[in-house]
């Protein structure tokens, strides 16, 4: 019998029907301290598209044009292998994240958490209130009372849905084009009126009707967590050897025999997906720290110490031992920090523009008229910014001439340049069959690279 939760999922009754969950309004310390985080990640999520960095908007995701710009930096189909580094280290990261501090990332920052619980299910304790008025709601006959909440419940949702879908277009396609799109009339940009209008009715569909089962059912993390978490992983977890057996106080009752809970089912009514704690880690927990404070209430009413559930891992739970930094957290910790130094070295590293000079292979030099010397040099430009760009190449090293064959200089966004030049130079200043030289790139009249490479003559050959 104490098994039998295994049997269902929370959100689907013995008929095999939804199940629907009404979870009381948490309150409490983590809970204050929850909905800090998302206060700042909505802000930030609402205000990033109109913030603006060198020029860029701060945050773009222009999938279509495939052009990216992270906070200020813009990324280009050039840049793929940064983008496929940065996916690796992330998803290792998220392994690595997980199996030592377990669902934080559902719990803090998961978006679907911070709409669902710090956005959606706010707008309906405020108009229909707490659990038990909303089981009544449901309950209730059809009656303009009814139909006003609900009405305005859902029309605000969807509202919300749809600001969060024009928030989105300007992640996309730009804030300036969004602006564009949503001040025209919709006839003249169709598409993305019907882009947002659909994505908003999805949105709206997740929480206002799909809710908790995205985490249960559809989130690839949620399903990972079976083979990513162990017995030390960090847990919203019930302290069975502390809480149990379990049992209502009775005033008469005067031995030491019961744990420390008392029954209540109060860190059960305030779970978002249904389930109990009690019986132990499960996939559908997603660490929201509710029935940490639930339950902290109740132990400081019946003046015990507060965590009976908290943040622990089963393995410090049975060995009454608290979590503490292992030698595993600190190897994982050092993987962690190399991945990411990678990757911010490669994105540090990386220029607006990339620049090859070569002599162009397979070529020695050419005798020019005036007692001159040519060689015939490669060039290679990919302009990785979205802005037109005209590059000069001058000679740093000595006195000469280059003579661009074919186009000029002036690359368009994102545009690669294969051109030819030839550097002239007098004899008179060569003294060895190679010698070296250094050319500048200029941008607008900044130096913005200097490139070494060498001359070949037959000068040292004849002396
Ligand atoms: S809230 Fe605490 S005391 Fe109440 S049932 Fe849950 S674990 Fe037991
Ligand atoms: S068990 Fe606790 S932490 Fe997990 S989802 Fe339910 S209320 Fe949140």
């Known amino acids: 019998m104490d098994e039998q939760f295994r049997d269902s999922i929370a959100t ?3 008929k095999g029907k939804r199940n629907w969950i009404y979870p009381k309004k948490p309150k409490g310390r983590y809970h204050m301290a929850r909905v800090f985080v998302a206060v700042f990640l909505l802000l930030f999520f609402i205000l990033a598209p109109f913030v603006k960095i060198n020029g860029h908007q701060m945050l773009l995701f222009n999938i279509l044009e495939r052009k990216f710009i992270l906070f200020g930096l813009p990324f280009g189909p050039h840049d793929f ?9 992330f998803i290792v990261f998220i392994i690595l994240f997980t199996a030592i501090y377990g669902r934080l990332f559902c719990g803090w920052v998961c978006p679907q958490t911070i709409f669902m619980e710090s956005v959606f299910r706010k707008i309906e304790y405020l108009i229909e209130g707490d659990f038990r008025q909303q089981i009544a709601l449901d309950q209730a006959p059809v009656s303009a009372k009814k139909v006003l909440k609900k009405g305005l419940k859902h029309f605000i949702f969807f509202l919300v849905a749809f600001i969060v879908a024009n928030l989105f277009l300007a992640y996309i396609a730009g804030t300036e084009n969004a602006v564009g799109y949503i001040s025209a009339s919709p006839n003249k940009h169709l598409t ?3 882009a947002v209008i659909a994505f908003s009715l999805l949105f709206y569909f997740i929480f206002a009707r799909f809710r908790e089962q995205a985490c249960v059912i559809v989130c690839p993390y949620g399903r990972l967590q079976g083979v990513l978490l162990d017995e030390n992983s960090l847990a ?3 302290d069975f050897v502390r809480g149990e057996p379990r049992g209502k106080i009775r005033k008469d009752d005067s031995s030491d025999s019961k744990g420390d809970c008392i029954d209540c ?5 305030v779970c978002p997906t249904g389930i109990d704690i009690r019986n132990g880690i499960q996939l559908e927990c997603v660490n929201c720290t509710a029935c940490i404070d639930a339950c902290d209430e109740v132990m400081e009413k019946i003046n015990k110490p507060r965590g009976l559930i908290r943040y622990d891992s089963l393995k410090g739970i049975k060995d009454r031992t608290r979590f503490k930094i292992s030698g595993r957290i600190i190897v994982y910790t050092i993987v962690l920090t190399i991945l990411l130094s990678v990757f911010g070295v490669l994105i540090a590293n990386r220029t607006d523009i990339d620049i090859k000079i070569l002599r162009t292979p397979g070529m020695l030099y050419q005798d ?3 007692d001159k010397i040519s060689n015939l040099y490669n060039l290679n430009i990919v302009n990785k910014t979205f802005d037109s760009l005209k590059v000069e190449i001058r000679l740093l090293s000595m006195e000469g001439e280059i003579k661009f064959i074919g186009s000029d200089m002036y690359l368009k966004p994102q545009e690669k340049n294969e051109s030819k030049f030839m550097l002239i130079l007098e004899k008179s200043s060569l003294s060895k069959i190679n010698t070296p030289v250094e050319f500048g790139v200029f941008e607008d009249g900044k130096e913005i690279k200097k ?5 070949l003559s037959h000068v040292g050959m004849t002396k």
Do not use: D, H, M, R
């Open 12 to 14: 689907i009754n013995e």
């Open 81 to 89: 292998y940064i983008f496929v580094i940065g996916f690796i280290a």
């Open 192 to 194: 993305s009126f019907i």
């Open 236 to 238: 919203v977890a019930y």
């Open 265 to 269: 089912k109060l860190c059960v009514q």
């Open 368 to 370: 020019q008229p005036g």
């Open 451 to 455: 490139i070494k490479t060498s001359f």
